[in-house]
């Protein structure tokens, strides 16, 4: 599960960078590489249990499920969450600096 | 149990080339006198700057994973499996080919988006929109 959500979520981010400029500039492509080289690690994991388990792989136990499940999302969130301080501290279109002189 | 510490590793060596080929490029290229000898085209350390970012990314998230399973310890000797003779021989076991595998498919991978970036490079990109010009 944990592999499944964070690969899907490397094809959504691979989209969103592809097809929005503005993504681009606030840098979704380091967030895009970072999903990309998760899932690729988790695919050698996942391929090693697959050799030691067999068809077992594909049968886990309901708890286990639902444990790598909240895994997936929480290294999602972990990723979203580190790809938008960066955006706060680059401030590349200088949104939070506009807001900081208003203030003065 | 702790085969992130590979990729890790295969990351801190190529962020060391990345940065000293930087520089080097940097310098070739204002020896050259101006950026425009191949302005289109990328650097090759801006290429090793993917393969670190999957590499620092794959391994930072995997860690996390460590952390959620009680394999990594804010104590020495950081990883739960380290402490035990027989159980340290079976992480890096699996650290020699977990880990190996895993930097090695991320290199290949890699290696792949080289070879496709430098065919495009070669060919003529489409009209630019305007919004794209912007970006």
């Known amino acids: 599960m944990t592999l499944l959500i964070t690969l899907l979520s490397a094809i959504a981010v691979t989209l969103v960078w592809y097809l929005n ?3 681009r500039r606030l ?3 380091t967030l895009c590489l970072a999903f990309w080289g998760a899932s690729l690690m988790w695919l050698v994991d996942a391929v090693a249990e697959y050799i030691r388990e067999g068809e077992n792989y594909f049968k886990p136990a309901g708890a286990d499920m639902l444990n790598d499940a909240f895994l997936g999302l929480a290294v999602v969130a972990l990723g979203l969450a580190a790809w938008v301080i960066s955006v706060i ?7 939070v600096r506009r807001r900081l002189k208003r203030h003065e | 149990m702790a085969c992130f510490i590979a990729p890790a590793a295969e990351a801190v060596v ?6 000293r080929l930087e520089k080097k490029e940097k310098a070739a290229e204002a020896a050259a006198g101006s950026e425009n000898t191949e302005a289109k085209r990328l650097r090759f350390s801006d290429k090793l700057k993917w ?7 794959g391994s930072a998230l995997l860690a996390f994973e460590h952390i959620w399973h009680g394999e990594i310890v804010p104590w020495f000797p950081f990883l739960t499996r380290a402490a035990d003779a027989s159980d340290r021989a079976e992480m890096l076991t699996e650290i020699a080919t977990n880990g190996i595998a895993m930097s090695l498919l991320i290199t290949l991978v890699w290696g792949i988006m080289v070879a496709v970036t430098g065919r495009l490079e070669k060919s003529p990109a489409p009209e630019e929109t305007e919004e794209e010009a912007l970006s």
């Open chain 1, 21 to 23: 400029g503005k993504a």
């Open chain 1, 27 to 29: 840098g979704i492509g």
């Open chain 1, 89 to 95: 501290v680059r401030d590349p279109d200088g949104v």
């Open chain 2, 14 to 19: 190529t962020t060391v080339i990345t940065k």
């Open chain 2, 51 to 57: 393969l670190n970012r999957m590499l620092w990314g």
